[in-house]
């Protein structure tokens, strides 16, 4: 079976590794965010942590949904 991967498989693959990585980095150390924003928007609470890393796993799973989906696609198009 001959595979030739899309771009958007890429791309969400990429996606999917980079808001995974910041998800791990902010459940370890979530102190990284005010460090690269240069201000403490919660006042020490985490709750501004918790909410970005919600949204960072959420974006993850999709976005490796998305990319399992496109390498499906991808490897049953040939087959008829």
Do not use: K
Request: hydrophobic share 50%; net charge neutral.
């Amino acid at each position: 079976m001959n595979r030739t991967l899309q771009r958007s498989f890429w791309i969400l693959g990429g996606i999917a590794a980079i808001t995974g990585f910041l998800a791990i980095l902010t459940a370890i150390a979530p102190d990284w965010i005010e460090l690269v924003l240069g201000s403490n928007l919660d006042l020490g609470n985490g709750s501004i942590e918790r909410l970005i890393n919600i949204g960072l796993c959420c974006a993850t799973v999709a976005s490796f949904i998305l990319a399992a989906l496109e390498w499906r696609r991808t490897g049953t198009a040939g087959i008829t």
